[in-house]
């Protein structure tokens, strides 16, 4: 009973005020119904370079990078809708991640990724194409013809 009244909470407090603070205070574009766990990284040096589309899920520990320090370059770092980015991942300042991506976990994306595909490894490859993704980047194409809508 405990844990549902935390998760409760957690969905209808802490979620939505999370997405309040990237959205109105530093400026992200971040789509609706985007997941974003806690201890995802965020560049906050240039916070309006991240853009992520609707229905996204950012696992546990992704870094999004927005900028360069060595270079002293401030670029838009763009994640598609209805993606999956795993536990660790990192997301390069001015890499592309087109829609229907799943970059899988520990995965370093050093260039742009196109649409409907898997990439891992780093630097991150394209390991599969022309898959099919639902809301969040469940996998439509394996056998989960209905994801379940939380």
């Given at each position: ?95 592309t ?14 260039k ?18 022309g898959?099919?993704t639902?809301?969040w ?11 379940v809508?939380?």
């Amino acid at each position: 009973m405990i844990a549902r009244i935390r998760n409760f909470i957690f969905r209808k407090g802490v979620v939505k005020w999370m997405l309040f603070w990237y959205r109105r205070v530093y400026g992200m574009d971040i789509g609706d119904h985007t997941r974003i766990s806690r201890g995802v990284r965020l560049d906050r040096t240039n916070p309006k370079g991240i853009h992520i589309g609707q229905y996204t899920a950012l696992t546990g520990g992704v870094s999004v990078l927005s900028h360069d320090f060595v270079m002293r370059e401030w670029k838009d770092t763009r994640i598609g809708s209805n993606c999956f980015v795993g536990f660790n991942a990192i997301i390069l300042p001015g890499v592309t991640v087109g829609d229907n991506c799943i970059v899988a976990g520990n995965s370093v994306v050093v260039k742009d990724v196109p649409s409907n595909c898997v990439v891992m490894g780093n630097p991150a490859r394209v390991v599969e194409q022309g898959i099919v993704t639902g809301p969040w980047g469940i996998r439509l194409d394996k056998g989960n013809d209905n994801p379940v809508a939380y």
